[in-house]
């Protein structure tokens, strides 16, 4: 019987902190399981391997990551209450107690946490930006906007918290670009891996139909309504075969994408199979001959994780990923616009039905091992 991975959630009665002398990996909250929670996951199995005692710090954790770890993890929660600056002060707070019991220095992720390094003056930390605010936010707020005080103040706070890190990491280099644009900074560049490794030779699959996987939040700036439209355009359907597309992932448009699937009349060869388990996941990779990832983001680890699994890719050239994925033939990068990814869609699907697709070798691919271990050489833990 398969033993249940051990598990420590200090502070699910009040506010908690890190012990003297352990490496820290701060996130100012967890609210659900995604991306970035994997990477500190990773980051944290790591420093598990080089015996350096760690714990992940933040405001609050409400979906008790260390139930997700593999290898025992403590999470600390700050707990900070109050309007405005309680928790950029909490965190200034946090930092100074650190640097006092003689902690090595921490690591800060997300923007947000260079917003409130700013916003409070903090000192000694170090800083990693996997999305820029254009990412989070890709569409402007209009200049006459009342808000646009509040977001020249945030601007400016955050560039004041990117400058104020010892070490400044990110994803890709065009993120790193952006950085050095927007606040005078580049990063330090450490390509991510996925989560498992690759397997020695592609799956068994259904010859007679394809089927297609889509693993993203299902918001609009995941732009599933690309794939359900290209997939149902009248001038693709006589030539794109017997499909089947796989969408797993919860999130706000759920039903609106169920609807589109019903009105373009593809929705008895759509699956949306909600939140899976790692398992059903595995599944899922294993069966689909072709990943799709329409999206603008600053990496895509799906990618990187479905060629593990040797499943063809097409993604956006506004996927960060696409940085290191260009030149291989299991890879279509689509140049921006609906219409570019629809052509790169059904490129794919008449690519894959070509004799010995899956039997040619894979790309070189990076591993989340090596990113762990080039992230902990970089901060000097």
């Given at each position: 019987?398969k033993?249940?991975?051990?598990?420590?959630?200090?502070?699910?009665?009040?506010?908690?902190f890190?012990?003297?002398?352990?490496?820290?990996?701060?996130?100012?909250?967890?609210?659900?399981?995604?991306?970035?929670?994997?990477?500190?996951?990773?980051?944290?199995?790591?420093?598990?391997?080089?015996?350096?005692?760690?714990?992940?710090?933040?405001?609050?954790?409400?979906?008790?990551?260390?139930?997700?770890?593999?290898?025992?993890?403590?999470?600390?929660?700050?707990?900070?209450?109050?309007?405005?600056?309680?928790?950029?002060?909490?965190?200034?707070?946090?930092?100074?107690?650190?640097?006092?019991?003689?902690?090595?220095?921490?690591?800060?992720?997300?923007?947000?946490s260079?917003?409130?390094?700013?916003?409070?003056?903090?000192?000694?930390?170090?800083?990693?930006?996997?999305?820029?605010?254009?990412?989070?936010?890709?569409?402007?707020?209009?200049f006459?906007?009342?808000l646009?005080?509040?977001?020249?103040?945030?601007?400016?706070?955050?560039?004041?918290?990117?400058?104020?890190?010892?070490?400044?990491?990110?994803?890709?280099?065009?993120?790193?670009?952006?950085?050095?644009?927007?606040?005078?900074?580049?990063?330090?560049?450490?390509?991510?891996?996925?989560?498992?490794?690759?397997?020695?030779?592609?799956?068994?699959?259904?010859?007679?139909?394809?089927?297609?996987?889509?693993?993203?939040?299902?918001?609009?700036?995941?732009?599933?309504?690309?794939?359900?439209?290209?997939?149902?355009q009248?001038?693709?359907?006589?030539?794109?075969?017997?499909?089947?597309l796989?969408?797993?992932?919860?999130?706000?448009?759920?039903?609106?994408?169920?609807?589109?699937?019903?009105?373009?009349?593809?929705?008895?060869?759509v699956?949306?199979?909600?939140f899976?388990?790692?398992?059903?996941?595995?599944?899922?990779y294993?069966?689909?001959?072709?990943?799709?990832?329409?999206?603008?983001?600053?990496?895509?680890?799906?990618?990187?994780?479905?060629?593990?699994?040797?499943?063809?890719?097409?993604?956006?050239?506004?996927?960060?990923?696409?940085?290191?994925?260009?030149?291989?033939?299991?890879?279509?990068?689509?140049?921006?616009?609906?219409?570019?990814?629809?052509?790169?869609?059904?490129?794919?699907?008449?690519?894959?039905?070509?004799?010995g697709?899956?039997?040619?070798?894979?790309?070189?691919?990076?591993?989340?091992?090596?990113?762990?271990?080039?992230?902990?050489?970089t901060?000097?833990?």
């Open positions: 019987m033993a249940e991975p051990a598990f420590i959630h200090p502070g699910a009665g009040g506010p908690s890190p012990a003297a002398g352990e490496v820290v990996i701060f996130q100012p909250e967890f609210v659900e399981f995604g991306g970035e929670e994997r990477v500190i996951l990773a980051l944290s199995e790591g420093l598990h391997a080089r015996g350096l005692p760690h714990s992940v710090l933040c405001y609050r954790d409400h979906i008790h990551l260390a139930r997700h770890a593999r290898l025992p993890l403590r999470v600390h929660q700050l707990r900070p209450s109050g309007p405005g600056l309680a928790r950029p002060l909490a965190l200034r707070a946090a930092l100074r107690r650190l640097h006092a019991m003689g902690s090595p220095t921490p690591v800060l992720f997300n923007i947000q260079a917003l409130h390094a700013g916003l409070s003056g903090a000192r000694r930390y170090h800083l990693r930006i996997p999305d820029t605010y254009s990412l989070l936010t890709p569409t402007p707020t209009p006459w906007d009342p646009d005080l509040r977001l020249t103040l945030r601007d400016h706070a955050t560039g004041r918290g990117v400058r104020g890190a010892e070490q400044l990491l990110t994803n890709t280099e065009a993120l790193s670009r952006e950085l050095g644009q927007l606040y005078g900074r580049p990063a330090r560049v450490h390509y991510l891996g996925g989560h498992g490794s690759t397997a020695a030779q592609a799956p068994a699959r259904s010859q007679a139909v394809v089927h297609l996987l889509s693993v993203c939040r299902l918001q609009a700036s995941k732009r599933v309504d690309w794939m359900l439209r290209a997939l149902a009248e001038d693709g359907q006589r030539d794109l075969g017997d499909w089947r796989h969408v797993a992932g919860a999130g706000p448009q759920r039903d609106a994408l169920q609807a589109l699937a019903l009105q373009l009349g593809i929705h008895d060869r699956s949306f199979h909600g899976v388990s790692d398992e059903q996941l595995e599944a899922l294993r069966q689909a001959h072709i990943f799709l990832m329409p999206a603008r983001q600053g990496f895509g680890l799906p990618a990187i994780e479905a060629l593990y699994r040797h499943s063809a890719v097409v993604l956006n050239r506004e996927s960060g990923v696409s940085e290191i994925l260009e030149g291989t033939p299991w890879v279509l990068i689509a140049e921006s616009g609906e219409r570019a990814f629809a052509s790169a869609l059904r490129a794919m699907l008449r690519r894959v039905r070509e004799d697709f899956f039997a040619q070798p894979l790309p070189e691919l990076p591993n989340m091992q090596a990113w762990a271990n080039g992230v902990i050489e901060l000097g833990w």
